[in-house]
């Protein structure tokens, strides 16, 4: 099988701004890398990563801006943000930074179609709410319809599920570890349906979230890695709203996907 795309060398990175943008190029993209020191469980960098490289592979440009916290964000200027897991103990440092500072102006630019993937506790703090197993209630932004209850019972383990977006290959899989049970209301409908592990809450067979551009799930491991399907599925929706259009040539994705065979058979 021919190769369909040359994978160029990837470019240098930094730990706080990331940014390689030529002027003369036709696209780039603002990421947004949401509390990358207290938000970053089992390796979810590795979201921004991919979704930096794959977008290289393709001629287009990147900045990632890492959001501290006490920064002042113009979140118009963003085309994607990521919001990875933490801790407990990390989540509860950031909860009111990013709600009391964020939470209005981060909601209206995710409802006028900023994309946005948030795992684990980014996921929960996009919703209502979430109360602790301790009875601590933590304010979410509502951005997504759903409450997180923290239970007895931890959900450990690899995952696999049926993702509801228009892409080919539906089936992703991932790692979850989270004790927070998670329930949707009737403003989000959930981002897939569970073939093998516990999803959102261990009952209803339902995994993460999604409203328009807003995607929260659970699946760690890195998400994105495990499933470059969906990372480009996320760029495409990031230029999509920039430029009104989405240039996505095919990578050779060949051991991604043989990767990604072996954990589905083996999570079944």
């Not at 989540?91 to 500072?101: E, H, P």
């Not at 630019?109 to 994309?115: I, N, Q, Y």
């Not at 946005?116 to 951005?143: D, E, S, V």
Request: glycine content about 12%; hydrophobic content about 40%.
């Amino acid at each position: 099988m021919p190769i369909q795309q040359q994978r160029a060398p990837s470019p240098p990175m930094s730990t706080v701004v990331e940014s390689d943008i030529d002027e003369g190029t036709s696209m780039h993209l603002h990421i947004a890398h949401l509390y990358p020191a207290q938000m970053n469980i089992y390796g979810d960098r590795g979201n921004i990563i991919v979704l930096r490289q794959r977008a290289h592979w393709r001629g287009i440009d990147v900045t990632v801006d890492a959001i501290h916290p006490g920064a002042t964000v113009d979140w118009s200027r963003y085309d994607l943000c990521f919001f990875g897991g933490g801790q407990d103990s990390g989540q509860a440092l950031i909860a009111d930074d990013f709600v009391v500072r964020h939470g209005t102006e981060l909601r209206a630019a995710l409802a006028d179609g900023v994309v946005m993937l948030a795992i684990c506790g980014g996921y929960q703090l996009l919703g209502n709410y979430f109360k602790t197993h301790a009875g601590q209630t933590l304010p979410g932004i509502g951005a997504l319809d759903v409450h997180t209850v923290g239970g007895t019972q931890r959900f450990i383990g690899n995952i696999a599920v049926t993702v509801d977006v228009p892409i080919a290959q539906r089936n992703c899989i991932g790692f979850e570890n989270h004790s927070g049970q998670t329930f949707l209301g009737s403003g989000a409908r959930p981002l897939g349906t569970v073939i093998a592990g516990s999803g959102n809450n261990g009952s209803d067979k339902t995994e993460g979230a999604q409203v328009h551009n807003t995607f929260g799930c659970y699946l760690h491991g890195s998400f994105l890695p495990k499933n470059p399907q969906f990372a480009d599925f996320l760029l495409r929706r990031a230029l999509e709203r920039r430029y009104g259009h989405a240039e996505l040539p095919p990578l050779d994705d060949r051991a991604e996907g043989a990767a990604q065979r072996v954990m589905l058979d083996r999570v079944r």
